[in-house]
């Protein structure tokens, strides 16, 4: 699946219907090729060596005007080298002096995957399936090393790129820019299909013909966003949902990133991702490195349809873990459109009674169920359930609920925290702010600082003392704000904040996942303002949108299916008018919509009418015959324009 050129110094990744090629020239500078169509061949007809004014030559060329980095396909492209197209990697040093031209050194193949430390990444369930490929690059001013990684997976046509950049030398410096995957395209007509959106109307599909220039898409907001998701496609002008070469780039992270396509002055085309710029000032001191968060890549000359196939297995089976990854989930009663804030125990008892007698398996307490908590400008931060509003403590309404035969779920946000809040009159430190500013509000809340060992701390043992007192299955584990002072009381360089910020949340997510591997988490972000690959490999099923109207949720699940599998979108049956829109739709209209999800229901069924009642319960009893196709089989798209239509085959075509 990986092979070496040793005359040509040639590299090449073959999956089964797709190769990647690249090459270290005689220069040392690593070219990239071709990926596409799965070819035997060497495509270093890819490379033309013609003198173009303007575009400079290295040095290293002599007076050879012929070779310049400004027009070579390249795959790890640095600023300072003569390439005027953006770039994957800035660099300056002490004296801010920007430049960091790589040459290559060496390169590894090994069997089975690489993993990250402390980023969330691709794994191979054994050896035999994956492959990784290192090549090492190096600047000798800098003492920087860049080790470039590639994974593959042959069967799922799946290749994916990381970056360590490291300090081997004697002086620091810092990195402005870190963007982890590029292709270089020669030639080609394209479209970029992108998603973009707002809160309750997250991930509507856009596709876009390239012109001249450099069209980019990202997130400054410390979170993946409900703008842009972290996802593109490119696609040849003409591509189908069945025809028609097709690239896709998808980021496994779920902090801000930046996404470009750039067409050039000789019609070649850049496609790039990695983390966002703003906020970005990464200083690296002798022996320090940071890692480039993954980007996933799948290729398609079968179109848009066959590229979502290869997404969907590859998160299914590669990214999502845990016990979850593989059985049904359960079907849940979420209480937070039906109550909002306002309930007691007694309330949740009726409901619990109701939902279990439809066929309903879990019961999922929303917010409002801590001290201080009956409007959504308190107490986040304070864990402490409220044993006035709850009837006693939430052991005991868990026992309740547990003892008809339901199971139980809690809303948390252990991300923020509220001013007025116990643990902020504590630590206002703790809270991200710059001293002598006001800090921005969000939701009327502050971001508790993940870049720090004690509020981390203090955050997993917050959340560990919930699952210990209580028997609760299920987290539905939200996040309601962007982030937007970066700043942390504690540290020396505030420019490396806003990536520490996310390894300090995959550390809490994967410690919980570690230690209550029973514990199903659900990720939200304001509905689906982090629905990324990073969230779904700590929690498999993301609250897909706060949107719960069925004809808005249609748009929505296009747009999403195109990069994320079905098992990974929460979908409930909402009341109606709906909370959102105001608009009337059928029950069943509200059904067969949410069932191509991980399903639920979002409303009071003491509420609901005996006929109601009766149409929920065949729901139910339709939705577990058929969810095996529905969350494990092949999804299709078949319409998306005067209706939206979609089709679920199991994987034997049956
Ligand atoms: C935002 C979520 O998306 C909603 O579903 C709900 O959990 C509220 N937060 C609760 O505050």
């Not at 994956?130 to 001013?141: D, K, Y």
């Not at 249609?554 to 079905?566: E, Q």
Request: glycine residues 10%; charged residues 25%; contains cysteine.
């Amino acid at each position: 699946m990986i092979e070496y050129n040793d005359d040509k110094r040639i590299f090449t990744i073959h999956t089964k219907n797709s190769t990647y090629q690249m090459q270290a020239d005689g220069f040392g500078y690593l070219l990239h090729l071709y990926y596409g169509r799965r070819t035997l061949g060497v495509t270093d007809w890819a490379l033309s060596y013609v003198e173009r004014g303007f575009s400079v030559n290295p040095y290293d060329a002599g007076n050879d005007r012929t070779y310049s980095l400004d027009v070579l396909p390249q795959e790890f492209p640095s600023q300072g080298t003569g390439d005027f197209r953006s770039t994957m990697l800035n660099v300056h040093d002490e004296s801010g002096t920007y430049g960091c031209e790589l040459r290559y050194v060496g390169y590894e193949i090994l069997t089975g995957k690489y993993s990250l430390s402390g980023l969330p990444a691709v794994y191979a369930n054994d050896n035999d399936e994956a492959g990784t490929l290192i090549i090492t690059l190096s600047n000798e001013r800098l003492g920087l090393t860049a080790k470039l990684l590639y994974g593959v997976l042959p069967e799922k046509d799946i290749i994916t790129r990381s970056a360590i950049i490291t300090n081997d030398g004697k002086n620091p410096f810092t990195l402005t820019k870190l963007l982890t995957s590029c292709i270089d395209f020669t030639h080609g007509d394209f479209d970029l299909i992108t998603f973009h959106g707002r809160h309750a109307m997250e991930r509507n599909f856009e596709r876009t013909h390239l012109t001249h220039g450099l069209f980019t898409i990202g997130s400054r907001r410390g979170m993946s966003s409900h703008q842009y998701n972290p996802f593109m496609i490119l696609c040849e002008h003409n591509a189908t949902e069945t025809s028609g070469n097709c690239w896709g780039m998808q980021f496994v992270y779920s902090g801000g990133f930046r996404a470009e396509a750039e067409l050039e002055q000789y019609g070649q085309t850049r496609l790039m991702m990695g983390l966002a710029e703003e906020k970005f000032s990464y200083t690296l001191k002798p022996g320090e490195s940071i890692t480039a968060p993954e980007v996933i890549m799948t290729f398609s000359s079968q179109g848009l349809e066959k590229l979502t196939h290869n997404f969907h297995d590859c998160l299914r089976k590669n990214i999502c873990r845990g016990k979850f990854r593989d059985i049904q989930r359960p079907i849940v009663l979420n209480s937070w459109e039906a109550l909002y804030f306002d309930f007691c125990g007694e309330k949740i008892i009726d409901m619990a009674k109701c939902a279990k007698s439809l066929g309903v398996d879990m019961f999922v307490l929303d917010d409002g169920w801590f001290v201080g908590r009956n409007d959504d400008n308190h107490a986040l931060g304070d864990w402490t359930e409220d044993t006035e509003k709850l009837g006693g403590t939430l052991g005991e309404l868990v026992g309740k609920i547990n003892a008809m035969g339901l199971s139980f779920g809690l809303w948390v946000e252990p991300e923020m925290i509220s001013e007025n809040s116990r643990l902020y009159r504590e630590h206002p430190e703790w809270a991200m702010s710059i001293p002598g500013e006001n800090p921005v509000r969000g939701r009327g809340q502050l971001v508790l600082d993940l870049s720090r060992h004690d509020v981390r701390e203090y955050v997993y043992r917050s959340i560990a003392k919930i699952l210990d007192g209580a028997n609760v299955e299920y987290l539905k584990w939200d996040y309601n704000r962007s982030i937007n002072e970066v700043y942390s009381h504690s540290s020396q360089c505030q420019g490396k904040i806003i990536y520490d910020y996310m390894l300090g949340l995959y550390e809490v997510l994967e410690r919980i996942n570690t230690n209550y591997p029973d514990v199903l988490i659900e990720g939200c972000a304001g509905g689906g303002g982090r629905f990324d690959a990073g969230m779904l490999y700590y929690t498999p099923q993301i609250w897909t949108s706060d949107n719960t109207d069925a004809l808005d949720r249609m748009s929505i699940h296009y747009g999403t299916s195109f990069g994320y599998p079905v098992s990974a979108m929460a979908a409930h049956v909402s009341v109606c008018p709906n909370h959102q829109t105001g608009r009337i739709t059928p029950l069943n209209t509200r059904y067969v919509v949410s069932m191509s999800g991980a399903f639920g229901y979002e409303l009071d069924p003491v509420k609901l009418t005996d006929d109601e009642k009766n149409e929920i319960r065949r729901q139910i009893q339709s939705y577990k015959n058929d969810r095996e196709i529905i969350t494990d089989g092949l999804y299709y798209r078949l319409s998306h324009e005067d209706f939206f239509a979609w089709e679920h085959v199991s994987r034997d075509g049956s």
